[in-house]
């Protein structure tokens, strides 16, 4: 767990951020969650026991970045849009984001997009890769859109 700064505010223990030597070895989750309330169908989606809230209920997410297969499963599941998935080795030059999307319409595959850190400003341009939008995940949307891995750690949303 680390510290997560949103704008003027500053979240301590609030983020479960993979280590580099992790997030090099292909997919996997990052959880930013900052809400202290009773929830973990996170913990209860991974078949992998790579995600714990534990005991009370109101604990944050912890993530076993070594049981993390950078599936995907826990993103639609999480109530807060609180859980990506990142893969470092998308491409020679360019990582690959995948976050829930809730609004309409959808991007395109192959669109242009502008990138953002987690306070809304621009950081780089990127694309849009693939969106997906399975009827079991309860109208929430995957968009995965790809930029340069310089920015792997501060890329957290897109605009068109």
């Known amino acids: 767990m680390k510290e997560l700064k949103l704008g003027e505010k500053t979240y301590l223990n609030k983020i479960s951020f993979p280590s580099f030597e992790r997030i090099k070895k292909g ?9 202290d309330i009773p929830c973990n169908p996170c913990e209860t989606i991974c078949k992998f026991g790579a995600i714990k ?4 209920i ?7 970045e070594e049981k993390c297969t950078g599936c995907g499963k826990c993103i639609p599941i999480c109530p807060g849009l609180a859980i ?15 976050i ?25 341009e990127g694309k849009i890769v693939k969106v997906i939008q ?6 929430t949307a ?6 340069p891995k310089k920015y792997y750690n501060k890329v957290r949303s897109f605009k068109k």
């Open 58 to 64: 109101t604990s944050l997410p912890i993530l076993d």
């Open 27 to 35: 997919s996997v989750a990052i959880i930013e969650c900052i809400e």
């Open 134 to 139: 399975p009827e079991r995940n309860n109208m």
């Open 53 to 56: 809230v534990g005991f009370p």
């Open 84 to 98: 990506f998935v990142l893969n470092y080795n998308f491409s020679e030059k360019d990582c690959l984001l995948t």
């Open 142 to 147: 995957l968009v995965s859109f790809a930029f």
């Open 100 to 124: 829930p999307y809730e609004f309409l319409p959808l991007p395109k595959e192959g669109e242009k997009v502008k990138c953002l850190d987690r306070d809304g400003k621009y950081i780089c």
